[in-house]
């Protein structure tokens, strides 16, 4: 805690936050920089610990690294800080964090209202497994609350949502969604990747809980896959004795030091990124062969409104669309372009784009009813290119563009 002028104590800002909660100088070496522990098992005694996992309290020592190590419990209690959540629990990548909670709170007869567009992972995952398991689904179009609301069924259970969502950049109004979930006594859980806690924190809008890719921007530097679900501390001790110790998708103790690592700069980099990400979207709103940009960042983006309130940053994600052939102009962006990698993922320091025809995703991807097609090709048209906007100075980024774009 500080203290402001008036002498009131305020809680730490969270670019203070992410360099120092869940970190303090190592008591035995005295190092500054928080040590990597890679041990898979801890000293213990018979009378403090049991055999099971089932058996583990809180504030239990360390056993064996699936079930906790000091290294990945130091990053979840920087996740939970920086998503003002009670506890958070890590995972081996964005799609465990997912199945895992999917799988640890939902069983067989319950109902998932999950958004038309997310994660194709998230999406197959629902499409093609969960029904094996007796969960019922029903993909919806989040940005359309009556037909959230409409959705509902007596044996509903949870609402999944992405705000922005990957790849369309379509936003979901999280506090009215919350209330809905509510009102069925449902929980919401929201995919906040894109977003951030940088630019929103779906618990304070009313969200259960939050699951990020630590893939993304958490880490910021494409160097570790890595997930997190965020929420209340007696849900996820539960989680973490089943979801997480029996699946076993436990994160490397090397990756959670990446990832904290890359936590420490994420204010200044979630900055950089909105500010170039802002400037190329300028830059291609204006340029003769591009039909269209969306960026929750710009009046023209068809829920800008929602972005303003909800967003405290817009991050640094971009969709295009061009008027001519677009698989030409991929071609010529991936063998052209000097700055941009060519390539799948996003939230990394390094630019990205890549081109994704809307036909593949109708085709492979998702169950959209008519009205969810549309609303899918009203931010897509035929087919976008995803770019995830780096650290790049963003003039050098239009420059590449510019001459990769041309015919
Ligand atoms: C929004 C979103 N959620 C979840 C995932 C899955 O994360 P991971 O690749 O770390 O498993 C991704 C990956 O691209 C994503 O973009």
């Known amino acids: 805690m500080g203290r402001d002028e008036m002498g009131e104590k305020r809680k730490l800002a969270l670019r203070t936050r992410a360099l120092h909660v869940g970190e303090k100088p190592d008591p035995a070496t005295k190092s500054v920089e928080a040590p990597l522990i890679l041990s898979t098992n801890f000293v213990t005694d018979p009378d403090s610990t049991g055999f ?24 979840e209690e920087k996740l939970a800080s920086l998503e003002e959540g009670e506890d958070a629990l890590c995972f081996a990548s964005g799609m465990s964090a997912a199945s895992g909670l999917l799988l640890g709170t939902l069983k067989s007869g319950d109902h998932l209202v999950l958004s038309d567009v997310c994660y194709a992972g998230v999406a197959e ?15 919806v179009n989040f940005a359309d609350l009556q037909a959230v609301a409409a959705a509902i069924r007596p044996n509903t259970r949870l609402l999944w949502a992405e705000s922005p969502c990957n790849p369309i950049l379509r936003l979901t109004d999280l506090t009215a969604v919350s ?5 069925a006594g449902a929980k919401f859980a ?13 618990l304070t809008l009313g969200a259960d809980w939050i699951v990020h890719s630590l ?16 929420g209340r501390r007696g849900p996820l001790a539960e989680l973490r004795r089943h979801a ?24 200044l980099r979630m900055r950089a990124h909105q500010e170039g990400a802002l400037k190329v979207a300028s830059y291609l709103e204006s340029h003769p062969a591009i039909k269209r940009v ?14 303003r309130r909800q967003m405290a940053n817009f991050s640094g ?37 890549y081109y994704i025809p809307t036909g593949d995703i109708l085709r492979s991807s998702f169950t959209l009813d008519a009205a969810a097609e549309a609303s899918y090709r009203s931010y897509a048209g035929e087919g976008i290119f995803r770019t995830s906007i780096g650290l790049d100075d963003p003039d050098d980024l239009c420059n590449d563009l510019e001459q990769a774009l041309r015919e």
């Open 215 to 230: 893939t993304k921007y958490l880490n910021g530097h494409g160097d570790a896959l890595g997930g997190v679900v965020i």
């Open 317 to 353: 994600m971009l969709t295009f669309q061009v008027k001519g052939d677009a698989m030409a102009a991929a071609r010529r962006i991936a063998q052209r372009a000097q700055l941009f990698n060519y390539a799948v993922s996003l939230g990394k320091q390094r630019s990205l784009i």
């Open 52 to 75: 099971s996992a089932v058996d583990m309290k809180e504030n239990d020592p360390y056993v064996y690294a699936r079930w906790s190590t000091p290294t990945v419990r130091g990053l």
């Open 190 to 202: 929201v995919d906040s990747t894109i977003a951030t806690p940088v630019a929103t924190q779906p």
């Open 244 to 267: 997480l110790i029996h699946f076993g998708g436990a994160l490397s103790p090397f990756n959670a030091w990446l990832i904290r690592r890359g936590l420490h700069t994420l204010s």
């Open 179 to 183: 209330e809905i979930a509510h009102r």
């Open 294 to 307: 969306i960026y929750p960042g710009l009046p023209s983006h068809p829920q800008y409104e929602l972005a």
């Open 125 to 139: 995952l629902a499409r093609d497994m969960l029904p094996g398991f007796g969960i019922q689904v029903t993909n």
